[in-house]
C-alpha cells in the first residue's frame, strides 16, 4: 500500500483491489455510491438541529417539503445512491417490511445489500452519535433477473462486504471486504473519506462493557453473574471493568472495535429474541468485528452461522473482545 497523507476511500479501494487481484472492481463501485450517501446523511444529521428535521412534524419545511424523520431521509438517500449503479438486483432497509427491487430502467448486478439506514435514530434529538449499517452479499438466484427474498435470507457468514457510518464528532466509515478493517473519517473542508484506521484489531480482552443494566431483572441467572463478576475488584483481571453505554449500537461497538470491550444485548424474560434485528445489525456487525479478531454469538452459537428464517427477525447479540465473548458464553452455559 503507498503511503500518502490523502489516502482516499476511493484509492485505498483501488489499490486493494491491486492486493487481491480476486476483487472485483464491482464492489468497489458498490462502496464508493455509498460513501456518497453517507456524505449526503452527513450533512443533514450534523445539521438536524437546524433545519427543523428532528422528529416527524408533518409540517413542510423551508423547501415547500413534508419534513420526514431523519431515519427515512437515509432510507432514501441511501435507495436513491444505490439503484442505479448496476451493482445490485434488490435492496432491503430495516425502514421497509420487503424487497426493494431496482427500477426496471436500471442494469441489474450480482449483490443484494441490506441495511440499516438510521440505527439508534431516537438518539438523534439529544446530539447524539448515530449510525448507518451496512451487508452485502453476492445473489444467490439467476443472474440478469429481480433479486428475490432467497438473495436476502443468507447467514452472515456468506457476506462479501460489510461496514457501518458513525455519525459523531467526525464521520467515520468503517468496512471490510474480508481484506481486515479499515476506517475512514470524513474530512468535511474538501468531502472525502481519508484513511485514518487502516487494518484495525480489537484487543483480545476488554475492560469496558456495554449493557442496558436497566433490564437486569429480566435477564437470565448466568449473565446476572457474569456482570457482578465483572464489578468485583481483581487487579490482575483488570476489574473492575467500566460501564459504557450509549444506546446506539454503532456508536457503542465502534468504541469497543478500537478500545476492546464487549457489547451485550441478550434475550430476557420480556424479549426472547432480544431487540437487535439479526439481518440488518447483527450480521453485519459481527463479520467487522470478526474480521478485527473479535467473537460474536447470540450466547450460543456463532452469530455468522444462524440460518435466517424471516428478513427483520431479532437476534440476541453478545460481540466484542474474543476471550470476554468466550467468557459471557461459559457463564450462561453454566445456569443452563
Ligand atoms: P435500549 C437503538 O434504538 C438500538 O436499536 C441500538 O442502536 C441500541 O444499541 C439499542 O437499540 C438500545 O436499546 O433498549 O438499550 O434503549
Redesign the pocket.
Known amino acids: 500500500m503507498s503511503k500518502t497523507r490523502f489516502m482516499t476511500l476511493a484509492r485505498f479501494i483501488i489499490e486493494q483491489e491491486k492486493l487481491h487481484p480476486e476483487a472485483t472492481g464491482e464492489l468497489s463501485k458498490l462502496l464508493h455510491d455509498l460513501s456518497l450517501a453517507a456524505k449526503i446523511i452527513s450533512l443533514e444529521v450534523n445539521k438536524a438541529g437546524l433545519v427543523d428535521i428532528l422528529g416527524f412534524t408533518g409540517e413542510a419545511n423551508v423547501h415547500g417539503e413534508k419534513v420526514k424523520k431523519l431515519d427515512m431521509f437515509a432510507h432514501e438517500v441511501l435507495v436513491k445512491a444505490m439503484d442505479h449503479g448496476g451493482h445490485l438486483c434488490a435492496m432491503a432497509s430495516e425502514e421497509e417490511e420487503g424487497l426493494i427491487h431496482i427500477p426496471p430502467y436500471h442494469n441489474i448486478g450480482k449483490y443484494v445489500m441490506l441495511f440499516d439506514p438510521l440505527?439508534?435514530?431516537?438518539?438523534i434529538d439529544v446530539n447524539i452519535s448515530?449510525?448507518t449499517i451496512f451487508s452485502i452479499y453476492k445473489r444467490v438466484s439467476p443472474d440478469g433477473k429481480p433479486g428475490t427474498m432467497d438473495d436476502m435470507i443468507q447467514p452472515g457468514f456468506k457476506q462479501v462486504a460489510a461496514g457501518y457510518v458513525v455519525y459523531g464528532s467526525s464521520t467515520m466509515l468503517v468496512y471490510t471486504a474480508e481484506h481486515g478493517v479499515h476506517g475512514f473519517t470524513l474530512d468535511p473542508a474538501f468531502g472525502e473519506f481519508l484513511l485514518s484506521h487502516e487494518n484495525i484489531q480489537i484487543p483480545k480482552r476488554a475492560h469496558i462493557y456495554s449493557i442496558?443494566e436497566?433490564?437486569y431483572l429480566y435477564w437470565h441467572p448466568g449473565l446476572k453473574k457474569y456482570i457482578k463478576f465483572l464489578q468485583e475488584e481483581h487487579k490482575e483481571d483488570n476489574r473492575p471493568f467500566s460501564s459504557r453505554?450509549?444506546?446506539?449500537?454503532?456508536a457503542?461497538i465502534h468504541r469497543n472495535l478500537l478500545y476492546g470491550g464487549i457489547?451485550m444485548?441478550p434475550a430476557d424474560s420480556r424479549n426472547p429474541n432480544g431487540?437487535?434485528r439479526l439481518m440488518y445489525?447483527c450480521n453485519p456487525m459481527a463479520f467487522i468485528v470478526e474480521a478485527a479478531g473479535g467473537r460474536a454469538s447470540n450466547g450460543k452459537e456463532r452469530i455468522l452461522e444462524i440460518k435466517p428464517e424471516k428478513l427483520h427477525q431479532r437476534m440476541p447479540i453478545f460481540i466484542g473482545s474474543e476471550y470476554d465473548v468466550k467468557l459471557v458464553e461459559e457463564f450462561l452455559a453454566r445456569e443452563e
Do not use: P, Q, R
Not at 119 to 123: A, L, R, T
Not at 245 to 250: F, N, R
Open positions: 440505527d439508534g435514530s431516537s438518539n448515530i449510525g442496558n436497566g433490564n453505554y450509549i444506546g446506539s449500537m454503532v457503542d457489547f444485548y431487540k437487535l445489525e
